[in-house]
């Protein structure tokens, strides 16, 4: 298996610009998670979906960004527009089993720099 | 809510044996996880012990839970500089939508 795969592995965008992230969970995956990793604040689920529909957003930080799952296989985070605190690594993961308990296993991340 | 909690930082040297602990929160935590953070790279699943279990053993890792006094430590014998990385604690109940809950990560350094 290929694993969770992210594209892409690094973006750099300016300040106001649209920017949308890209995954491919794992085949027969059920859940699917996006995270944000900085040196402040850590690791922060931001959003997680069970079976294609998002269970929940709380960690969204903001309206700005927006996060869709069309089909078992692909998912999006959108920020728009993006500001440099926005910056960070996005990590997606996904979960097998019908519940979002289970381990989890991660994709290699995008980085995402905002200037 | 939940929470876990990892020292952040630990440094040994080349050979010698390594702890990380993690306190937890959850009296209903039914599997425990050591995920492993190299540089760039995502959370790769080490190991996991079962809530019903005191100690897991794999290879150079040993996990070990006393879940009255809810911790859990992961041991490295002989470590080496390729096990410099970030270590994260993460729990869950295993029921419902509530998925793993990470502490902040326990970064290993190894001296040669």
């Known amino acids: 298996d290929a694993g969770v795969i992210q594209s892409p592995r690094h973006e750099v965008t300016e300040m106001g610009q649209e920017v949308t992230l890209r995954c491919k969970p794992i085949s027969g995956h059920n859940s699917l998670f996006w995270y944000r990793q900085t040196m402040m604040r850590g690791l922060e689920l931001l959003i997680y979906?069970?079976?294609?529909?998002?269970?929940?957003d709380s960690g969204m930080p903001e309206d700005r960004f927006s996060a869709k799952m069309p089909n078992a296989s692909f998912s999006t985070l959108k920020i728009q527009p993006s500001e440099p605190r926005d910056s960070a690594v996005y990590f997606c993961?996904?979960?097998?089993?019908?519940?979002?308990?289970?381990?989890?296993?991660f994709g290699p991340g995008t980085r995402l720099t905002v200037t | 809510g939940e929470d876990v909690e990892q020292s952040l930082f630990l440094s040994v040297r080349e050979g010698d044996s390594s702890v990380i602990n993690c306190t937890y929160t959850d009296s209903s935590s039914t599997y425990l996880y050591w995920y492993k953070q190299e540089p760039g790279a995502g959370l790769q699943l080490l190991t996991y012990i079962f809530s019903n279990m005191d100690m897991k053993q794999d290879q150079r890792l040993t996990v070990l839970l006393n879940k009255k006094d809810k911790h859990l430590s992961l041991r490295i014998a002989d470590t080496q500089t390729g096990d410099s990385a970030i270590y994260f604690c993460a729990e869950t109940a295993y029921s419902g939508n509530t998925p793993l809950v990470f502490g902040k990560g326990t970064r290993l350094s190894v001296i040669a």
């Open positions: 993961a996904s979960s097998p089993g019908s519940v979002a308990g289970y381990e989890q296993y």
């Open positions: 979906f069970n079976n294609n529909v998002p269970i929940d």
